[in-house]
């Protein structure tokens, strides 16, 4: 699933850049905002896992820049719900839960077509996030078989900043000075949850898909358009 929605990125970025467009004109505008999601988030782990998604939500503040008409940039401050669920044995009656939220710095850079009302878009850009806290549930069946490293269950999730990139594809709505933008998001871990050597996993890389809205109010808009404060 993630494999496709990655696949799709792509060939909406080779068809955005392949537009041809006359003139880009040049701009000042600053918008601020709100932002929410949702997403379903998996884990992959090595030696492999039977992993499945958990859904998590997200929110918190965002500033959008445009210094022309067709690329800006986006930032976001989020607090963010994520983890996994995982089936350690088929014969448990219940499944592994770990929820972990997190304090989230994202750096989008924006590509936005068109002149109208509604104008496509693609962002892309790496986030870097800091454990806040997390809670796991456990198989009442479940026993630590033991050994040189421990497992993960029962562990106390380490404190280690984690890093990736995000993808999302999606659209503007310009209504006046605001902007509702729609978007559905890829997230690729690059680092490990659990330090390799340290417990049974290898590595453990975050991954996720899912939908996100935010709306912006422009604060300021200059250059060609002439200059704009809430208006």
């Known amino acids: 699933m993630y494999l496709k929605f990655l696949l799709f990125?792509?060939?909406m970025t080779s068809g955005l850049c392949g537009q041809?467009?006359?003139s880009v004109k040049t701009i000042n505008r600053l918008q601020f905002g709100v932002h929410f999601g949702v997403m379903e988030h998996e884990v992959e782990f090595t030696p492999s896992r039977t992993v499945e998604a958990l859904q998590g939500n997200s929110f918190g503040v965002a500033?959008?820049?445009f210094d022309n008409?067709?690329?800006g940039f986006q930032?976001?401050?989020s607090y963010v719900q994520a983890?996994?669920?995982e089936n350690i044995d088929p014969d448990f009656a219940t499944l592994y839960e770990r929820s972990v939220s997190y304090a989230e710095l994202l750096i989008l850079t924006q590509v936005s077509i068109g002149k109208g009302t509604i104008q496509p878009l693609l962002q892309a850009g790496p986030y870097v996030s800091f454990?806040?806290?997390?809670?796991?549930k456990i198989p009442e069946d479940y026993v630590d078989p033991?050994?040189?490293?421990p497992q993960t269950y029962g562990l106390d999730f380490p404190s280690r900043i984690n890093y990736g990139a995000r993808v999302g594809v999606g659209l503007n709505v310009e209504l006046g000075p605001l902007t509702l933008q729609l978007d559905g998001r890829y997230l690729a871990g690059f680092s490990d949850l659990f330090k390799n050597g340290e417990t049974v996993v290898a590595t453990s890389r975050r991954g996720g898909l899912g939908g996100h809205v935010a709306l912006f109010y422009t604060f300021f808009q200059g250059g060609d358009a002439g200059a704009k404060v809430g208006k």
Do not use: I, N, Y
């Open 9 to 11: 990125s792509l060939l």
């Open 20 to 22: 041809t467009v006359d």
């Open 63 to 65: 500033l959008r820049h």
């Open 69 to 71: 008409k067709l690329v």
């Open 75 to 77: 930032a976001e401050l």
């Open 83 to 85: 983890g996994w669920k």
């Open 131 to 136: 454990p806040l806290s997390d809670s796991e």
């Open 146 to 149: 033991g050994g040189t490293l």
